[in-house]
């Protein structure tokens, strides 16, 4: 059964173990490198997601057998080799993103990977439906990891950061709502990492254009979370997708009447914006669960 | 002369092809009969009653050699998502990856690896019995044996009933405490010779 309380001591355990990590490892503003201080902010997402997953005991075993465990042992772990390389080495931009948008394509495959959709058994789809969703859905994720990454260069990032665990947070939730319990667990302790990382360089003041590494490893957790749920859960399309593109809400800041707000009601506006849509699709969520799990947890008869 | 060599190892090996085929022949194999078998389950609620429930659709195959019984062999298929405990809601929740995760594994395997004769007509049959993605060794005590021809078909039916525990085979122990740990499956199936 879920535990909220067990549940909000696994988010602050991540958000804490994160913060410390930046805080320990991330350096001043005056005195941190942009380069130091992505990998402090890298290294502090992997430490709150293992304390948070730790503390949640996921289901995740080695060599992975289903789409959670690839998620958190080959897509997580690539996403950040990548922004690692980005991060330590001077590659050239166009590199990176080249890494980027292959690993973007390849996600969806790899979470696929054995199931019905993909297995060599008579698959679910041919091999043009499955070419089709893991293209569309790779070039979604490339789409929304590239607009967030750019908006951090171009106005701050900390905002972000809070924007995309408030998202992951509410994508967590639906996907636990949708009755995939352990699929949105792996959720929470990514949000808390996110929100540590983000409270943490924010009293550091780091600036704006270390977060790409951060933001592009979230998006990812984000992505994966919202895909297994759809994929392997029963979380719809539609949800999956409204959560997934909510972070790009936070353009509207970038928008002329908003143009001289103050840093703080620019971000303020950011989370509201976000947090809207997130509330509408859990209100929604809950509505299908209070009609078709809770009679069946409660052991009340359904008519249909 | 040469013609006479060519004809003598062409019936030698006339004569090692019909021994062949005369020992494979000696293993009747048989069709697993959907409409005659049942594969059902129960398992505790709150550890204070049962919910029962079964597979509608499996398929399978075995074979018995009477005169050799080690070299009779059983293999079935279950499809997960024909799981069906008279209540919809539940059977869905049941296919999600807290639970079966059907669409990651599909179907509930086994394929027996020896087999010995037992007392009474059985066959105490070990194989890897593959749920979830994990692959165990169990021992099924089948039961029955008795023949019967019907419209023409040979027909050979048994029972077998095994006691799994979920923990063992990767379900999620989280999941575990409203459903018990473990699950009594009961088979008993009918096969028609092919």
Known sequence: ?304 | MRRSVTMSIVTALAGMLFCAVGAARAADEYAFDPVHSSISFKARHLDISWIHGRFNEADGKFAIDKKDPSKSWFQFSIKVDSVDTANKTRDEHLLQPDYFDSKQFPTIDFKSTSVKAVKGGGYEVTGDFTMHGETKQVTLTLDGGKEAEFMGTKRVGFSTQLSLKRSDFGFDKKQIGLIGDEALIYIDFEGARK
């Not at chain 1, 080249?98 to 060599?120: D, E, K, M, N, Q």
């Not at chain 1, 949000?191 to 550091?204: F, I, K, N, P, Y």
């Not at chain 1, 780091?206 to 749920?229: H, T």
């Open chain 1, 1 to 304: 059964m879920p535990d909220p309380f067990e549940y909000l001591l696994a988010s602050t355990f991540a958000a804490g173990a994160a913060a410390i990590v930046v805080v320990a490892c991330g350096g001043t503003a005056a005195a941190a490198s942009a380069a130091r201080t992505r990998m402090a902010l890298l290294a502090a997402l992997a430490v709150g997601f293992a304390v948070g997953g730790f503390w949640l005991r996921l289901p995740v075993s080695l060599p992975p057998t289903n789409a959670l465990g690839r998620l958190a042992c080959i897509v997580l772990p690539l996403a950040s080799g990548i922004e690692v390389a980005a991060g330590c080495w001077t590659v050239a931009r166009r590199y990176v993103w080249c890494l980027r948008l292959a690993l973007a394509l390849a996600s969806g495959r790899v979470l696929l990977h054995a199931s019905v959709y993909v297995s060599a058994d008579k698959p679910a789809w041919s091999a043009w439906q499955a070419a089709i969703v893991v293209l569309l859905s790779g070039a979604l994720l490339a789409l929304v990891w590239s607009l967030l990454v750019s908006l951090s260069r171009r106005s701050g990032g900390v905002s972000l950061l809070l924007a995309l665990a408030e998202t992951t947070l509410g994508g967590g939730l639906a996907v636990m709502l949708a009755g995939y319990l352990a699929g949105g667990e792996a959720a929470l302790p990514v949000a808390g990492a996110l929100v540590g990382c983000g409270v943490a360089s924010g009293m550091r003041r780091f600036s704006s254009g270390w977060f790409d590494g951060a933001l592009g490893l979230g998006v990812v957790a984000l992505f994966g979370v919202l895909f297994i749920g759809h994929f392997f859960g029963r979380l719809s399309g539609g949800r999956a997708l409204a959560i997934f593109l909510t972070p790009l809400l936070c353009w509207a800041t970038e928008l002329p009447i908003f143009a001289r707000q103050p840093a703080w009601r620019a971000a303020a506006l950011r989370l509201s914006l976000v947090a809207f849509p997130l509330i509408v699709v859990l209100v929604l969520a809950k509505h299908d669960f209070d009609r078709d799990t809770l009679p069946l947890l409660a052991g009340m008869r359904i008519d249909s």
